[in-house]
């Protein structure tokens, strides 16, 4: 165990819904990063938070939105869902901004879009 | 141009032996971070090892080490000893400390090891 969560762990959802994922940092940590894993596009950075400010945006669409809560746990929300989006995606946390120790993967929501 | 280049799609190695996973890199950041993670079919990301731009020596995490070459911005993954459960795609990644707090990941490697 990461100490990193996410949930669910697998999702199957139509097109056009809306989903939520969820991720709980590792204790103590306070920066958040979500990524998306799908075959044709590999590991993209989709968004970082830190202590519930947005700190780095990558390639994530406007359907999706993020944001981290005070107590930490951070939701990316996927909306008007398409094919394309069916992917893993990872939720990463770390003790501090620009940190290169202790950065930690979940073990990732499995979204299917049928 | 790719932050971070993986040329070997597919890689076998008979167990017991050592296999050298490649990977370069590109960047202008002086100081930087690069990184292998292992992915089983299960799916989660494993962290293995981790080598900072200004660390002297290569790092070394058990079976692990990365070779690391600054000068042709090379940071190879060597796994010795390779065991059935070694079988996994590797990435590697970097960041960038003073451009952005973002991971730039390979494409990954498949290692299969061969009993």
């Known amino acids: 165990d990461s100490g990193v969560t996410q949930t669910p762990k697998h999702l199957i959802t139509a097109t056009g819904q809306r989903v939520t994922l969820r991720c709980s940092p590792r204790?103590?940590?306070?920066?958040v990063y979500w990524y998306q894993q799908s075959l044709d596009q590999g590991l993209q950075f989709l968004i970082q938070y830190y202590n519930g400010e947005e700190r780095a945006k990558g390639n994530i669409l406007e359907r999706f939105s993020a944001q981290q809560f005070p107590d930490l746990h951070s939701e990316l929300n996927l909306s008007s869902l398409e094919l394309g989006d069916s992917a893993l995606y990872f939720c990463?946390?770390?003790?501090?901004?620009?940190?290169?120790?202790?950065?930690?993967f979940g073990s990732g929501t499995r979204l299917t879009v049928v | 141009a790719q932050k971070i280049t993986q040329t070997q799609p597919g890689m076998f190695v008979q167990e017991k032996e050592a296999v050298t996973l490649d990977c370069t890199y590109d960047t202008s950041d002086p100081s930087y971070g690069l990184f292998w993670y292992k992915q089983p079919s299960s799916g989660e990301m494993i962290f293995l090892i981790y080598?900072?731009?200004?660390?002297?020596q290569n790092a070394t995490e058990g079976r692990y080490s990365l070779n690391f070459q600054k000068a042709r911005k090379s940071a190879n993954l060597v796994i010795s000893a390779s065991q059935l459960g070694d079988s996994a795609m590797y990435f590697c990644a970097m960041r960038e400390t003073n451009t952005g707090n973002q991971f730039y990941f390979g494409t990954g490697t498949s290692l299969t090891v061969i009993p």
């Open positions: 080598q900072g731009s200004y660390d002297q």
């Open positions: 204790s103590g940590d306070l920066s």
């Open positions: 990463a946390s770390s003790p501090r901004l620009g940190s290169n120790y202790g950065y930690t």
